[in-house]
């Protein structure tokens, strides 16, 4: 119910939303969590395993209990927790983990079934038989417990990462964190202050104590509009600090959109990627329950809860609230609500010595020992000097006593150290590098303490950092100090929750120790204690204090369970974001781009690169007749082929061939001026790693193709050799494949095809095969190669790349008059298999030069990277598996690539291999399949059946082993 | 991770691949033997403590460089240009 | 014959303006990369003062103005955006003209959508003007400079064009959709 007269929501601003498809109306400023309360609802949700009757136990993204699903449909978002989602106009939310409804689940039969549900259940019970694990007990079991769901459908929100960058990243705006972002910026210090909540002030908000005479939430505000005044200051509200990684480096999730209405192109979430020289930890301390026996009914909840929403929503969870705590902080609780006009049944003090000054019943030296009321609280059991009394009470604020927030010191391997005197666990100092930790977070709990300590850590990263900060004057504040006694269960009949999200009891965690998981790791795993989405926040330091108990061990010595980041749930969408759809790997376009998609080629990816796979023409029916067509285009005209994707590196410098000649292993320093030479580069374990011609166009300088797939590991390679190996070389490396469209014109009619588009005239004398050297196309310098990938008669030509769309637009005309034209990957494949060229399916990383025929390119005269190594006899044994062609020679003509090779007699397993098939073409020039593939001994057994097997696809067949070079073995056309 | 570069400053380490131990920068003699060579090629000490190792600003400068880290506290001690180390 | 028609890299793409930010395609007349060969870094800068009035840069640093700019590029190279370069002695230099895709992202909000974009630090101490950077934009290299208080331009390799303005639009509309 709304309490007048408290709280910082906006009474003049009353919002509508739906919760379970009812209306209600909250106040701009509410959570779901505190609107529902306003509105007397109570129950928001069912447990994981036993779909127990939930309400929220907190006020924060600790939340275990109250998760919902807002939205519907594509952009449903399951586990939102309703104590961190705001309300806005049209906001719809819907309970999880229920059917039909949550106020009657079916399956909290469950809950009946609960003395046989414990604690390892699952583990013992279905074991047998095996073939039920996947199909039965699995689907079963996920089906009866569970979260909310994801719509199935793509996820159509926007989610952006972004960076960030500054000295000081301050995590946490409550006292400490505000006075130490304060007393940096002043100094100078870049800061950025980021707050996981909506509002920044963190419990000054939730409390009614006064800060430098005034409320504390004037004195956030205060403090907020000088930081916002800074040019050095950058506040991030909403945005969670998740986790601590190396060098300064954090990760925070921003939620952008969820506070309202979804807009098309705002993103939901932003992840960011913070680096700060230092930060500070200020993130404050999460209160824990106790545990009783059902102390999971809705209306039971934190006592510093029940302040937040009292104090800050106006909203009193309960009409008679009665307060539990074992510490004198939770009296708090009582005067706040008396203050306010609420009725206090009751305040119980585990300690027999507590003084408590509050006007109300006042039960010492007692506990909670019990509960009833199945979908709202309606009374608790006190259990005081061995005499137990029933109290009627609605709302049950109860505390444990608090847990710094320690999980960002542990991200990096640290473990948190014990405080006895607050029953606590508190960060190890210089667990992160570069971070600090002030306040709460550090066991210091007064509003005064914190405000102390935030300064002056404050002063001293900055001093670190080269700044001077003035002398603090610190606002005024409570100073009362906190005391407690520990308490962490309440012993009694029935199921006392530790965590109430996962449904593990104090009996599940003794059980663990009785069945010797004595470790709090193993403990962990066997109970799923703490593995929620609340990760145990509020429940892993009872329950090891119960496993310490209960294994006659220390809570130090029982140690905590690995804090792993992210402290609050990520979604991957946000993680991820901006990688999906386009966004996941950059598109490269050649400059016949258009021009091939005009002509309706379908693309293939190439590495990045999009190239056509055929031209289809109108009539064709299948890839195969179009790619036959343009095999015809270069055996017997002309054929057009955008080769710009190609990788194209300028080599200058005086020391420019000595570089060719120690990465080829042949030589380019004896190439002539304007002639191209084929080289092949090993890497240094003597395997092949790339092939390709270079040019040399002066000089000192040269050109290299490599591979369209292996452009950037040459790249790579180059800078290494010259870096690394020969810094005392002088040569210029710099990437042109992106500054040059270049066209393959190849066929018998390519060079009347050029003769009639360049200034200049072709002529064998001139243009000899590999020839090289500037032409003028148009008007337009570009350069011209006689290389061939085909075998024929063939140029490639190269144009400045804002010329490209227009070349080759050119190019295909020509050719199509004279009988030829465009040629796409299919072709290019076709045509070189025919030839035995080999591409990356024949040099994939484990093939040698002798395993390609290539050994005699290894030049005896000098030294090149990987000749040594490829000397290794096992590297030029002829046992190896060498290249072969291959044709079919049985009734079956299929071949197939990755199929493998036998001796026609030998059973096709493993140990009778011989060898496999690399690439395989339909070569319409033969009419018959053809194959590369490597085979033992390969090139003596030209002649020999052997027989392709490939298990996969269910082929068999015999084929011939021929020479790979299927197509004008002398090589006639190429230069004719 | 964040690694310096010494020419363009300390970056987010995606900007930079990673290759392996320093050993790459020895290369051997051609005729100093197989043992040296399957060093060379083949074998890396795997410390738990201060390693040396290569890494390329690929998506900078281009830069080879010697970074000096600990495996065991992820501390990035320095770094130096591949090509200073090498001369 | 017919003659060869000029396509920009981002012919079709550009300008754009979303919320407090632009995008717009510069064509310059030349890119020429630039590598002084060993010993002759001086007498290279110095042709270049003298060709197009800026010397060349440190790493790090562009020098010169809009239309004559030379932009640090990597090791030992820096790119020359504007007039063509008559050949320098003991100089690398290799036409680059049409091998970049080149762009201004220029207003109030420009900073904040490269930092959607590009993981380095951008803020005013430490990218000023006159500041470049080999850094990467998304998952493609680039060469980013910052020309102005709100204004900068940025390289990417041509044939990804497509995706430098698509990357960028993405976080123009973002950046804008927070209102």
Known sequence: MRVQGRGLVDRNSPVTFRFDGIAYEGFAGDTLASALLANDVRLMGRSFKYHRPRGVLTAGSE?????????????????????????????????????????????????LAAPFLGAGFYYKTFMWPRAFWEKLYEPVIRRAAGLGALSGKPDGDRYERAWAFCDLLVIGAGPAGLMAALTAARAGLDVILADEDARMGGRLLAESHEVDGMPGPDWVDSVLNELQAMDNVRLMSRTTVTGAYDQGTYGALERVGHHLPRAEKRPLETFWRIVARRSILAAGALERPVAFTNNDRPGIMTAGAVRTYLNRYGVSPGKAVTVFGNNDDAHRTARDLIAAGVHVSAVIDARADAAVDVKAPIYKGAVVSGSSGRKQLESITVRSGGREEKIATDCLAMSGGWNPTVHLTCHMNGRPTWREDIQSFVPTPGAIPGMEVAGACNGTMTTAACLREGAEVAARVAADLGKKAKAADLPKAEDDPYRLTALWHVPGKGRAWLDFQNDVTVKDVKQAATENFRSVEHMKRYTTQGMATDQGKNSNVAALAILADATGRGIPETGTTTFRPPYAPVAIAAMGSGATGKG??????????????????????????????YFPQAGETNWRQSCDREVGYVRNAVGICDVSTLGKIDIQGPDAAR??????????STLKLGRVRYGLMLREDGHVMDDGTTARLGEHHYVMTTTTAAAGQVM???DFVTQALHPEWDVHLISVTEQWAQFAVAGPKSRELLNGLLDTSLSDDDWPFMACGEVSVAGVTGRLFRISFSGEHAYELAVPARFGDSLFR????????????????????????????????EIHGRTTAYDIGMERMISAKKDCIGKTMAARPGLVDPERERLVGLRPAGAAKQITAGAH?????????????????????????????????????????????????????????????VNPVFFDPEGGRVRG | MRITCPICGERDSREFSYRGADVALHRPDPEAGEAAWDDYVHLRDNPAGETRDMWYHEGGCGAWIVVTRNTVTHEVIGSELAAEVAR | ??????????????????????????????????APWRGHEQAVSDALK?????????????????????????????LVLGPPLEPIAGAAMTDQTDAWACVALEGPAARDVLARLVPIDLRDGSFKRGHAARTQLMHMSIVLMRTGADRYGIMALRSMAGTLVHDLETAMEAVAARG
């Not at chain 1, 091939?596 to 379908?602: L, N, S």
């Not at chain 3, 030379?70 to 030992?76: E, L, N, Q």
Request: overall charge neutral.
């Open chain 1, 63 to 111: 939340e275990p209990n109250a998760l919902v699903t807002v939205g519907a449909g594509v952009g449903q978002e399951p586990n939102m927790r309703a104590t961190v989602q705001e309300i806005y106009p049209g906001l719809e939310a819907q309970s999880q983990n229920r059917w039909p409804s949550l106020g009657f689940d079916l399956l909290s039969v469950n809950d």
């Open chain 1, 659 to 668: 570089l060719l000649d120690f990465v080829y292993t042949n030589t380019f």
């Open chain 1, 584 to 613: 996941f790997a950059p598109e490269r376009k050649t400059t016949s781009h258009a021009a091939t998609v005009e002509r309706k080629a379908p693309l293939i990816e190439a590495g990045l690169w999009y190239r056509p796979s």
């Open chain 1, 901 to 961: 090779l036998f001796n026609p007699g030998d059973a096709p397993v493993r140990v009778n291999d011989q060898g496999y098939v690399t690439s395989v073409a339909f070569s319409p020039t033969l009419g018959m399949n053809i194959a590369l593939g490597f085979l033992k001994r390969g090139p003596e057994r030209y002649g020999e059946t052997v027989k392709l097997v490939d298990h996969a696809r269910g082929v068999e067949t015999l084929c011939e082993v």
């Open chain 3, 1 to 34: 014959m017919g003659d060869l028609i000029a396509k920009s890299a981002c012919d079709g793409l550009l300008p754009l303006e979303i919320g407090g930010a632009t995008l717009t395609e510069i064509v310059f007349d030349a890119i020429t990369s630039v």
């Open chain 3, 50 to 78: 003298s060709q197009m009035g800026a010397a060349f840069p440190a790493p790090n640093r562009s020098t010169g103005k809009a239309k004559s700019r030379a932009v640090w590029s990597g090791r030992g190279q820096a």
């Open chain 1, 810 to 841: 050119l190019l295909v005309a020509r050719a199509e008059a004279m009988g030829g034209g465009a040629y796409g990957m299919e072709a290019l494949n076709v045509l070189r298999v025919e030839k035995g060229f080999i591409t990356h399916s």
């Open chain 1, 716 to 718: 790579k390679h180059l």
